[in-house]
């Protein structure tokens, strides 16, 4: 079965410094990954995926992650935080059941950005 | 870009009353939509998918006869708790997909239910 574990439920970092949210998953096949973002109060919203083309995807706001076979991990980076990237983030796995592609979400991470 | 509105944002209704919840994609057809729970502070967890003029497929430990979904156009599903109880208070969100150029996931900014 097809499935994605965060590693950490908070991460904090200082304001201007590197931003690592961990996640690997578990897949009988390649599997398609994202990552999505939630802000308070706010809607979901696609940060990046990647769906088999090149293994390091750039996405939105400075993000970028790396799909690496080997270690079944697809984390989430960003060189330098702002105090607007204080958000819950979820890495999320799309997983073929039932007759439909559904997404399955990761236990989330929540960011906290220190000044 | 792809566009769902969830509404209403926020409800409050009384034990033993049935609340309506619409999520509408507004700039393209969605054959599938997705409703989804999430819990405070945790993860969203899937509750049903629908397609389009067929009935919802639950996942497992859902109670389809609690929660009711319509899946009647390519533009409007709608999630319904019935005999809400103080336990279905939670925050709801859909998300929509399409075909073609709108195949991805479109969510809703959600509703939070608040059963009193």
């Not at chain 1, 200082?14 to 009988?28: A, K």
């Not at chain 2, 926020?10 to 969605?30: H, P």
């Amino acid at each position: 079965a097809q499935s994605v574990t965060q590693l950490d439920s908070h991460v904090s970092v200082s304001e201007g410094t590197p931003v690592l949210l961990r996640c690997n998953y578990s897949s009988s096949y390649s599997p398609s990954l994202f990552w999505y973002v939630q802000h308070p109060n706010k809607g979901l919203q696609l940060l990046l995926k990647y769906t088999s083309a090149a293994t390091l995807v750039k996405g939105i706001n400075g993000f970028e992650a790396e799909f690496k076979k080997s270690e079944t991990s697809f984390h989430l980076t960003k060189p330098s935080a702002h105090m607007s990237d204080a958000a819950e983030y979820f890495c999320v796995v799309r997983l073929f059941s039932g007759g439909y592609n559904k997404l399955i979400f990761g236990a989330g991470t929540r960011l906290a950005v220190h000044p | 870009g792809a566009v769902v509105s969830q509404h209403p944002s926020r409800v409050i209704c009384k034990s033993g009353t049935s609340v309506k919840i619409e999520c509408r994609s507004l700039d393209f057809q969605a054959t599938t939509m997705f409703w989804y729970r999430q819990f405070p502070k945790k993860s969203l967890m899937l509750m049903a998918t629908s397609n389009e003029g067929s009935k919802a497929t639950y996942e497992q430990g859902v109670e389809k006869d609690k929660f009711l979904i319509n899946h009647a156009s390519l533009t409007l599903s709608t999630l319904t708790v019935t005999s809400a109880h103080p336990e279905d208070s939670s925050f709801y969100i859909c998300s929509a997909s399409g075909t073609g150029v709108n195949y991805g996931y479109t969510f809703g900014s959600g509703t939070r239910l608040t059963v009193v």
